[in-house]
Structures are given as C-alpha cells and as structure tokens.
C-alpha cells in the first residue's frame, strides 16, 4: 500500500527557514521522480520543485535560490528546505511521486510576524 506522510510544517516569521520531510512508502522509492507541492488559501494547487531518480532538480521560479529539494534513499525520504521564507509562502505542503495521482495530507507553513 502506497503511503505519503508529510511533516515539519509550523509557523515561522518571515525571512526564517523551515525543512519540511515527506516519508515514502509501497513502492520503490530509488527509482522514483518526487515532487513538492503548495495549496495556498482561495488558490490552487501548485508546482514547487521536483527531484529525479538520479537527484537532478528543478524549481518553480517563486522559490528558485530560496528553497532546496534533496532526498534520502536509505530513508526513503524527500526533504523540501526552506530559506528565506516569505508571508506568500504561506501553503499547506504536499508532495508526491511523479505521474501518480497519490498526496498525503500535506503540511502547513505559515509565514508571518
């Protein structure tokens, strides 16, 4: 059974970092492109990073320079770093294996003083 479990989420003050992790299970992890997600309120869902098999990455340009996608195969874990946060960060956070309809249930950051 294939499972997504987000979490590190909380409430950081703008300009603060935050790492969120996303723990994977029921399929092979290692050979898996992953990828982050955002939902803001009253908005749609979307894009933020993705990190392929062989770990190259790519990045929506809202977060480009600010946040950094890694991943731990031994864990079966991918993290989203998070620099430099903005109040328009503010989102709850999924991530997902590529070209699978499966999220978990996401994690909330909140950017704000």
């Known amino acids: 059974q294939v499972q997504i479990v987000e979490s590190g989420g909380g409430l950081v003050q703008p300009g603060g970092s935050l790492r969120l992790s996303c723990a994977a299970s029921?399929?092979?992890?290692?050979?898996?492109?992953m990828s982050w997600h955002r939902q803001a309120p009253g908005k749609e869902r979307e894009w933020v990073a993705t990190i392929t098999s062989s770990s190259i990455t790519n990045y929506a340009d809202s977060v480009k320079g600010r946040f950094t996608i890694s991943r731990d195969n031994a864990k079966n874990t991918v993290y989203l770093q998070m620099a430099s946060l903005k109040p328009e960060d503010t989102a709850v956070y999924y991530c997902k294996r590529v070209g699978y309809s499966l999220w978990g249930q996401g994690t909330q950051v909140t950017v704000s003083s």
């Open positions: 029921g399929f092979t992890f290692s050979s898996s492109a």
